[in-house]
């Protein structure tokens, strides 16, 4: 693939002490440089926190730097990390799957509905066939993918492999961490999961057969073995047999807001970028989660990620030219399952490693052989932002009307006409997307607001009082948009409320743009979003304190905006229980939460991982690259 680096600016590398001094200015302890990992020519290196600990152990949090091509990072970071790589290879890719694709199996198989080794082998089998079909789709599909970020996965797993010869690190196992995602999400938006899960079951009791020892305990006989197989694949087929689109409930609740200088109090001079993306932790993410500062030497833009050591895409990222970039889950239907292709944590990557304005991430976006659905948010150093609707690519013009994703003819009667949609300006549309742009984007509330009435009216669904105003609430809280959902699904347009609010653009995980959240009416994401987390409300929530505070954000504020969902606010809403029920603010973050300072010299990006104790920790990138300012180039 074509990386797109032509006008992109190879950042200066600091000398030992410049690199050591930066460390030391965002309080970090990092190893003497006699202790660095070096590779080939390049440097790798470990700093630990002195501002933020891991509530439940009490170590610091952890940033890592690394130089060179993409090989030359990847294998360093693999000499560092490789423990940690390990960790997320076996025990998160292991849970992360079935709780990404199926929180209420994972918790019934846990509970001790059935036997803890038939739970464990389930765990087994979902990831063991998303590994290896994604591998496979991957492999076919690799000219979709930058050369750089396939080869630093390669390098990644060489460098676990040098520092443990018997890691259980494979290039396979880094694939599924960065791909599988999207590859299980392309599936499961098509409906085709269920089948999927039940192919591979069948696929293991085939292979047991062959097998010469049993797959229950040890047997005195080989009839006694072939009967205990036979009961044990009885007994799975039993798990799994009331399995459909029902069981399955992957996370949607992810929040984003982009606030330029005329929202901020910094005399114009302020750009924020916010984010909490709530990844399920898979018993490992809240441990390991961390932030890599990288600095490439093959014309990509040096940049820090809020990720865990083995992802190669980012879930937050920041280049020096202060342009960064995270994504949303979006439960459409514009999905491509034979292709899922480039999307997520490694589009994401990729945008920040080649672009340094929201313009040009834009056009990276649309032009990404994408096969499923996702919200990408972006904004720059000059206050400028976007949303990204993103559905599966498709070539530019054939777009069509998006009401060939809706198969209820009772809803469809209810939607604009194709004419009605033809005639409705579709922001930004091209290659399968829609663009959300700050301070031009105007939801047509005139248009969408007639349909909405009797879109609610159909579902015997009652708005709050106040709904339509620019501060309201559609619904009151969790509870109630959770209860409402049930009648009413993605049936409704849910309005950009902040359109008129200079400088602020904000986001959850449903599409604001009429066209596209047509593509989430469709059959099975109306099914998921029953399971969705108060989508609309976190919006309608987020817009409040977006209003209450315009013109006067500041760093705190940032800060506290993009943790408005604490469990100190809301305890309710974290499915998670506290560790210390005295103290709801020992729960366990998921994912993590980022503010970048887009338009700060230094170019810092502030994360809090692990729980809600723990403190925020700081990178600030341009100390990292030998004094640049991190100007856009």
């Known amino acids: 693939m074509a990386t797109g680096t032509s006008a992109a600016k190879v950042s200066k590398l600091g000398t030992d002490e410049e690199l050591s001094a930066a460390f030391s200015a965002d309080r970090f302890d990092a190893e003497p440089p006699e202790q660095w990992q070096r590779f080939r020519t390049r440097r790798g290196i470990v700093a630990r926190s002195r501002e933020s600990t891991l509530y439940t152990t009490g170590e610091p949090k952890v940033a890592y730097y690394v130089e060179g091509t993409g090989y030359e990072m990847g294998h360093l970071l693999g000499q560092l990390a490789e423990p940690e790589v390990s960790k997320m290879t076996e025990s998160w890719l292991s849970h992360i799957v079935p709780s990404f694709l199926s929180t209420k199996w994972d918790k019934t198989l846990a509970e001790g509905v059935v036997s803890k080794a038939l739970y464990n082998h389930v765990l087994s089998l979902l990831a063991s066939y998303l590994a290896r079909h994604a591998s496979a789709s991957f492999a076919r599909d690799r000219a979709l993918f930058p050369d750089a970020l396939v080869e630093e996965m390669e390098g990644t797993a060489a460098g676990c492999q040098a520092a443990n010869p018997n890691t259980p690190v494979t290039l396979d196992k880094l694939v599924a961490i960065n791909y599988a995602f999207d590859y299980g999400m392309a599936h499961l938006l098509a409906g085709k999961m269920p089948a999927m899960v039940r192919e591979e079951n069948e696929r293991r009791a085939a292979d047991s057969e062959s097998e010469s020892q049993p797959a229950g305990p040890a047997a005195s006989s080989p009839c006694e073995a072939s009967r205990e197989r036979r009961s044990w694949w009885e007994r799975m087929r039993g798990a799994i047999s009331d399995l459909d689109m029902s069981w399955f409930r992957p996370p949607a609740a992810c929040n984003a807001a982009v606030f330029g200088p005329r929202a901020t109090a910094g005399g114009g001079k302020e750009v924020f970028f916010c984010r909490d993306f709530q990844l399920q932790n898979g018993l490992v993410y809240q441990d390991v989660a961390c932030m890599v500062v990288r600095l490439p030497t093959d014309g990509r833009y040096a940049s820090v990620s809020a990720c865990a050591p083995g992802m190669i895409g980012s879930v937050t990222a920041m280049n020096l030219p202060g342009c960064a970039m995270g994504v949303d889950l979006y439960r459409s239907a514009s999905c491509n399952p034979d292709h899922p292709g480039l999307n997520s944590l490694l589009l994401t990557r990729h ?283």
């Not at 920040?352 to 948010?377: F, H, K, S």
């Not at 609707?389 to 070539?395: K, S």
């Not at 959300?436 to 509330?445: D, I």
């Open 351 to 633: 945008v920040v490693d080649t672009c340094a304005t929201v313009e040009r991430a834009v056009e990276e976006i649309a032009n990404a052989r994408r096969g499923v659905p996702w919200l990408y948010t972006v904004g720059d150093s000059s206050g400028d932002g976007a949303v990204v609707e993103a559905g599966a690519w498709c070539p530019a013009g054939e777009e069509g009307c998006t009401l060939r994703f809706v198969e209820d003819e009772v809803l469809k009667a209810l939607l604009p006409s194709s004419a009605e949609l033809a005639a409705l300006p579709a922001p930004g549309a091209r290659c399968g997307i829609f663009v959300r742009r700050m301070n031009q984007y105007r939801h047509p509330v005139e248009f969408t607001r007639p349909f909405n009435r009797h879109l609610f009216a159909h579902a015997d669904v009652a708005p709050l009082a106040g709904a339509e105003a620019r501060d309201g609430l559609l619904f009151e809280g969790k509870e109630d948009e959770a209860a409402a959902s049930q009648r009413l699904g993605n049936a409704f347009f849910p309005e950009a409320r902040c359109d008129d609010l200079p400088d602020v653009l904000l986001v959850s995980n449903a599409s604001l743009t009429p066209h596209a959240r047509i593509t989430q009416m469709g059959p099975i994401a109306t099914k998921l979003q029953r399971t969705a987390t108060a989508i609309t409300w976190r919006y309608d929530r987020l817009n409040q304190l977006a209003r209450a505070a315009h013109g006067a954000i500041d760093l705190a504020e940032a800060k506290r905006i993009a943790c408005y969902l604490a469990p100190d606010h809301y305890p309710t809403y974290w499915a998670e229980a506290p560790l210390d029920k005295r103290d709801p603010m020992t729960t366990a973050i998921e994912g993590s939460i980022s503010v970048c300072e887009l338009a700060h010299p230094d170019r810092r990006m502030h994360t809090r991982s692990g729980y809600w104790k723990d403190a925020f920790y700081t990178c600030s990138l341009a100390r990292y690259c030998g004094g640049q300012t991190g100007a856009a180039q």
